[in-house]
């Protein structure tokens, strides 16, 4: 694929995360707030105190959305990626994983140079970014390993955990089932493979294979 093709698939496929991102928390997170204003507005001529709470809440529940809002806008472009590379961006990642959830988590990380493909590298982020987003969703997990080699001519990530598991056939049926369809999608555009390893209660194993432009 060539450079030109490859930013533009990136951008098409981000469209789309960000779309389910908004429409999966802001706003229904939004439209819950509706309600709640329309409760406000009926309990102000009854009775104050439980208005005043309902307010409050709202003011929260705002504040909570323009926080999430905030955490869409920075993973357009993680700053630490420009700044610091793609090693300490997937680092930070992790370590964000762990203070948001209980999961122990071992990784192994190689610094990957490809100078003038900076794009490639941050959709390389992006499909590691969607693992582990799917592990803290989804896997109840209390383990999960991140590698990620570099070869000569190929790159290889493994994610791994001990959680639920799922039936992976059921899962390729599902039409809802975004997270693994933008993944699938996501190692296409780098003309990558990916192997899943899972079952119902028995963890899940994820292998990626990417060649080197």
Same mark, same amino acid.
């Given at each position: 694929?060539?450079?030109?093709?490859?930013?533009?698939?990136?951008?098409?496929?981000?469209?789309?995360?960000?779309?389910?991102?908004?429409?999966?928390?802001?706003?229904?997170?939004?439209?819950?707030?509706?309600?709640?204003?329309?409760?406000?507005?009926?309990?102000?001529?009854?009775?104050?105190?439980?208005?005043?709470?309902?307010?409050?809440?709202?003011?929260?529940?705002?504040?909570?959305?323009?926080?999430?809002?905030?955490?869409?806008?920075?993973?357009?472009?993680?700053?630490? $990626?420009?700044?610091?590379? =793609? /090693?300490?961006?997937?680092?930070? *990642?992790?370590?964000?994983? +762990?203070?948001? #959830?209980?999961?122990?988590?071992?990784?192994?990380?190689?610094?990957?140079?490809?100078?003038?493909?900076?794009?490639?590298?941050?959709?390389?982020?992006?499909?590691?970014?969607?693992?582990?987003?799917?592990?803290?969703?989804?896997?109840?997990?209390?383990?999960?390993?991140?590698?990620?080699?570099?070869?000569?001519d190929h790159i290889e990530l493994t994610?791994?955990?001990?959680?639920?598991?799922?039936?992976?056939?059921?899962?390729?049926?599902?039409?809802?089932? $975004?997270?693994?369809?933008? =993944? /699938?999608?996501?190692?296409?555009? *780098?003309?990558?493979?990916? +192997?899943?390893? #899972?079952?119902?209660?028995?963890?899940?194993?994820?292998?990626?294979?990417?060649?080197?432009?």
């Amino acid at each position: 694929m060539k450079k030109k093709e490859l930013v533009f698939e990136i951008q098409e496929l981000d469209r789309r995360r960000i779309a389910r991102d908004l429409h999966d928390t802001s706003l229904q997170n939004l439209s819950h707030l509706i309600h709640k204003l329309e409760l406000v507005s009926m309990y102000m001529d009854k009775d104050m105190i439980r208005a005043k709470l309902e307010l409050a809440s709202v003011s929260k529940n705002i504040n909570h959305i323009i926080d999430e809002i905030r955490m869409v806008i920075y993973d357009l472009r993680p700053m630490v $990626f420009d700044d610091l590379g =793609l /090693k300490n961006a997937i680092i930070g *990642l992790l370590d964000k994983a +762990k203070k948001m #959830t209980s999961l122990v988590i071992e990784y192994d990380i190689d610094e990957i140079e490809m100078t003038g493909y900076e794009s490639y590298q941050l959709e390389l982020y992006r499909i590691l970014q969607e693992c582990v987003i799917n592990v803290c969703k989804h896997a109840h997990a209390q383990n999960m390993k991140v590698f990620l080699k570099d070869f000569l001519d190929h790159i290889e990530l493994t994610v791994e955990d001990d959680g639920v598991g799922f039936d992976l056939e059921e899962a390729k049926n599902k039409e809802n089932h $975004f997270g693994l369809f933008i =993944l /699938k999608e996501r190692v296409k555009i *780098l003309s990558g493979s990916m +192997k899943i390893d #899972t079952k119902p209660e028995k963890g899940t194993k994820i292998f990626i294979l990417l060649q080197k432009l």
